[in-house]
């Protein structure tokens, strides 16, 4: 099916306001989830995950499933890196990994027999193509033994790549195994920054992998950059955007760099005196965001940009983007099976999160079953806010009789105490509010995670916010 563009201005507008971002920063959650991840307990093991796939084939859920596969392998470590990863060059841990993984795949497989039409396949890392092209491959082949994957048009199977890992051969390769979008890590282009940060990566190498991407049909290119890194300042980030720009990138993600070192080791290498300030982070913001609306992107939401003809602006438009642990999706309410170390599922009512170890990861499955440390089950007000915080991160705005349609509830009275909260902001330009609708206005969709904490009853209770990247 062929979807028009959607016009530009149809698309909510974004607005930089200094003074606003400076007074409400602070620190707070992503939610690409809600509960959020620090949320999840011990006392949510395998059995609870088991009950949640038996209620879904009780009540014949015939929904389409999202897959992700944790690839957490890098040969070399990137010092901003908070993603879980295992940094070695001993590549036959690989092969030893993909066998395990696949045992994951059976009993994920078997557990979803008969509920098995997937829509939307994400690999991440660590380096997805850390796996050499028969190991790919085979993963590939093995999940389509158990899971039956939507014709090309309609899925949408994503890839993560460090352009330093594959060739032009590697990225058709990558698109006949299936891949219809690839994301591309490059952060920053200037060779200072690269260095602060240990990823040396030639611009030549990466824009030669996003021609081959064009030249393979891939249907989306996306590029991933952070702000806030060592030795960045407003005129390298100016010259990064003039080549990412150049590059014509259908999505593109600028990240801000969260500084947290006391949480994640490699990023106690980098030099505090490398660092830029809080008020060069705000002006290099600033600068990526007039930038990229200039040569017309479409802010999304949150680190998000995109071309007004990808599917994730017109999703947007449409009122049908969604959000979950990859970021902004066009997919909305896919359950999603995740596999391989640290990976985070969605179940029904539930989440569940592999363990973060080899070692744990192997044991587990040595025995069988599914290597579950923690999760979480719903009540009835976490799927609520839920709903709330995901139509907030989304579309900007909530139609309050919708929310009362849905849950058996009055919004006034059950929200008493965070509308006294909203009213507050709409004080001060963030939103607007009445008994009907509450949406945020373009100087407040920067602080989208400010206006969503509003309804997180979980923050109150802990746990230590530097744990948190700044909301902005």
């Given at each position: 099916m062929?979807?028009?563009a959607i016009?530009?201005s149809?698309v909510p507008s974004v607005e930089?306001?200094?003074?606003?971002?400076?007074?409400f920063?602070?620190?707070?959650?992503?939610y690409?989830?809600?509960p959020?991840a620090?949320?999840?307990?011990?006392?949510?093991?395998?059995?609870d995950?088991?009950?949640?796939?038996a209620?879904?084939?009780t009540?014949?859920?015939?929904?389409p499933?999202?897959?992700?596969?944790?690839?957490?392998f890098?040969?070399?470590v990137?010092?901003?890196?908070a993603c879980?990863?295992?940094?070695?060059?001993?590549?036959?841990k690989?092969?030893v990994?993909l066998?395990?993984?696949k045992r994951e795949?059976?009993?994920?497989?078997?557990?979803?027999?008969d509920?098995?039409?997937?829509?939307?396949l994400?690999?991440?890392?660590g380096t997805?193509?850390y796996?050499t092209?028969a190991?790919m491959?085979?993963?590939?082949a093995h999940?389509?033994r158990?899971?039956k994957?939507?014709?090309?048009?309609?899925?949408e199977y994503?890839?993560?790549v460090?352009?330093?890992?594959?060739t032009?051969e590697r990225?058709?390769?990558?698109?006949?195994?299936g891949f219809?979008?690839i994301?591309l890590?490059?952060?920053?282009f200037?060779?200072?920054v690269?260095?602060?940060?240990?990823?040396?990566?030639?611009e030549?190498?990466?824009?030669?992998?996003?021609?081959?991407?064009?030249?393979?049909k891939f249907?989306?290119?996306?590029?991933?950059l952070?702000?806030?890194l060592?030795?960045?300042?407003?005129?390298t980030m100016a010259q990064?955007?003039a080549?990412?720009?150049?590059a014509?990138?259908?999505?593109?993600a600028i990240?801000?760099y969260?500084h947290?070192p006391h949480?994640?080791?490699p990023?106690?290498?980098?030099?505090?005196?490398d660092?830029?300030?809080?008020e060069?982070?705000?002006?290099?913001?600033?600068l990526c965001?007039r930038?990229?609306?200039?040569?017309?992107y479409v802010?999304?939401g949150?680190d998000?940009?995109?071309r007004?003809?990808?599917d994730?602006?017109?999703?947007q438009?449409?009122g049908?983007?969604?959000?979950?642990?990859?970021?902004?999706s066009t997919?909305?309410e896919?359950?999603l099976?995740?596999?391989?170390?640290?990976?985070?599922?969605?179940?029904?009512?539930?989440y569940s999160?592999n363990v973060?170890?080899l070692?744990?990861y192997?044991?587990?499955l040595?025995?069988?079953?599914?290597?579950?440390a923690?999760?979480?089950?719903?009540t009835m007000?976490?799927?609520?806010?839920?709903?709330?915080?995901?139509?907030?991160?989304?579309?900007?705005?909530?139609s309050?009789s919708?929310?009362e349609?849905?849950?058996?509830?009055t919004?006034a009275?059950?929200?008493a105490a965070e509308?006294?909260?909203?009213?507050m902001?709409?004080q001060d330009?963030?939103?607007?509010?009445?008994?009907?609708w509450?949406?945020?206005?373009p100087?407040?969709?920067l602080?989208?995670?400010?206006?969503?904490?509003?309804?997180?009853?979980?923050?109150?209770a802990g746990?230590?916010?530097?744990?948190?990247?700044?909301?902005i």
């Amino acid at each position: 099916m062929v979807v028009s563009a959607i016009p530009v201005s149809v698309v909510p507008s974004v607005e930089f306001d200094a003074a606003l971002i400076s007074t409400f920063r602070q620190q707070g959650p992503r939610y690409t989830s809600y509960p959020t991840a620090d949320r999840f307990t011990e006392s949510f093991r395998y059995r609870d995950y088991l009950q949640a796939v038996a209620g879904l084939r009780t009540r014949g859920s015939r929904k389409p499933l999202s897959l992700y596969m944790h690839i957490p392998f890098c040969d070399t470590v990137c010092y901003y890196c908070a993603c879980n990863k295992i940094v070695t060059k001993k590549t036959e841990k690989a092969a030893v990994y993909l066998s395990y993984l696949k045992r994951e795949i059976d009993i994920q497989g078997q557990l979803f027999a008969d509920m098995n039409q997937v829509e939307q396949l994400h690999l991440g890392g660590g380096t997805p193509t850390y796996f050499t092209d028969a190991q790919m491959g085979e993963l590939l082949a093995h999940l389509r033994r158990w899971f039956k994957f939507a014709p090309d048009d309609i899925g949408e199977y994503s890839i993560e790549v460090d352009p330093r890992t594959v060739t032009r051969e590697r990225v058709f390769t990558l698109r006949g195994q299936g891949f219809n979008r690839i994301s591309l890590g490059v952060q920053d282009f200037d060779p200072d920054v690269q260095k602060a940060v240990n990823r040396m990566q030639p611009e030549s190498q990466t824009l030669a992998v996003i021609q081959a991407a064009r030249d393979a049909k891939f249907r989306s290119v996306s590029i991933d950059l952070i702000y806030g890194l060592p030795k960045q300042n407003v005129i390298t980030m100016a010259q990064t955007l003039a080549k990412v720009i150049a590059a014509s990138p259908d999505r593109i993600a600028i990240y801000n760099y969260a500084h947290l070192p006391h949480v994640f080791k490699p990023q106690r290498r980098i030099l505090d005196a490398d660092m830029p300030s809080g008020e060069t982070k705000l002006d290099m913001l600033s600068l990526c965001i007039r930038r990229l609306t200039e040569a017309g992107y479409v802010y999304i939401g949150m680190d998000h940009f995109a071309r007004p003809t990808d599917d994730l602006a017109i999703a947007q438009a449409q009122g049908r983007l969604h959000r979950n642990f990859q970021g902004y999706s066009t997919h909305a309410e896919l359950d999603l099976v995740s596999c391989g170390v640290s990976a985070i599922s969605s179940v029904a009512a539930t989440y569940s999160q592999n363990v973060k170890t080899l070692d744990a990861y192997y044991e587990h499955l040595d025995k069988h079953e599914l290597p579950i440390a923690r999760g979480i089950k719903l009540t009835m007000d976490d799927t609520l806010r839920r709903a709330i915080i995901q139509t907030l991160m989304c579309n900007f705005e909530m139609s309050i009789s919708a929310i009362e349609q849905a849950y058996p509830i009055t919004f006034a009275t059950y929200f008493a105490a965070e509308l006294a909260q909203l009213r507050m902001l709409a004080q001060d330009g963030l939103l607007t509010i009445d008994d009907a609708w509450c949406s945020v206005s373009p100087k407040g969709r920067l602080l989208i995670r400010n206006i969503c904490m509003v309804f997180d009853r979980y923050l109150s209770a802990g746990p230590d916010p530097l744990r948190y990247s700044k909301t902005i």
